[in-house]
T-cell receptor, first 111, second 112 residues
């Protein structure tokens, strides 16, 4: 069965600073990988996805993620964080028919 | 374009009362449908998924059930709510494995 680990429960970043959120996955075959963002009290919005091809994936809102098979990682990055990026971020891996999510990383943005 | 509707947005129910949460998808046919529950600090827990009418897979044994009476309708139910059923319930749909899920806006359920 697949699994996802997001080792950081909370991260605080200064506005304008760069961001990297970590994600490690476990899956026996070629993974389909996703990053979602959730604002308080809202559903989840898809930021980006990877399932083949270029290992650096561009998403919405200026986010990107890099797939590293050797490290079983799919870290999310943004070069300059805005206050509106404060939210919870979830990494997910797709199995045969369902998505498995990590427990999420809460991003706090300080002025 | 495809849209997903989930209601109600918030719900406060007494212990022992029944529950019915509804989710509908528009603009697609034969979607895969999912119910997730989100509790603080526990991420998203898959409760049920369905790949077709009348086909329900349960991931976690519990006090809840799901039904899919129509192609684009997915219902989450309980006969008697427990305090532990409180949480944020999310419905989602997908076309296939690679496309990712599209989520509804969620239902905040508080059992008192």
């Amino acid at each position: 069965a697949q699994s996802v680990t997001q080792p950081d429960i909370h991260i605080t970043v200064s506005e304008g600073a760069s961001l990297e959120l970590r994600c490690n996955y476990s899956y026996g075959a070629t993974p389909y990988l996703f990053w979602y963002v959730q604002s308080p009290g809202q559903g989840l919005q898809l930021l980006l996805k990877y399932f083949s091809g270029d290992t650096l994936v561009q998403g919405i809102k200026g986010f990107e993620a890099e797939f590293k098979r050797s490290q079983s990682s799919f870290n999310l990055r943004k070069p300059s964080v805005h206050w509106s990026d404060a939210a919870e971020y979830f990494c997910a891996v797709s199995g045969y028919s369902t998505l498995t999510f990590g427990k999420g990383t809460m991003l706090l943005v300080s002025p | 374009s495809q849209t997903i509707h989930q209601w109600p947005a918030t719900l406060v129910q007494p212990v022992g009362s029944p529950l019915s949460l509804e989710c509908t998808v528009e603009g697609t046919s034969n979607p895969n449908l999912y119910w997730y529950r989100q509790a603080a600090g526990r991420g998203l827990q898959l409760l049920f998924y369905s790949v077709g009418i009348g086909q329900i897979s349960s991931e976690v044994p519990q006090n809840l059930s799901a039904s899919r009476p129509q192609d684009r309708q997915f219902i989450l139910s309980s006969k008697k709510l427990l305090l532990s059923d409180s949480g944020f319930y999310l419905c989602a749909w997908s076309e296939d494995r690679g496309g990712g899920y599209t989520f509804g806006s969620g239902t905040r359920l508080t059992v008192v």
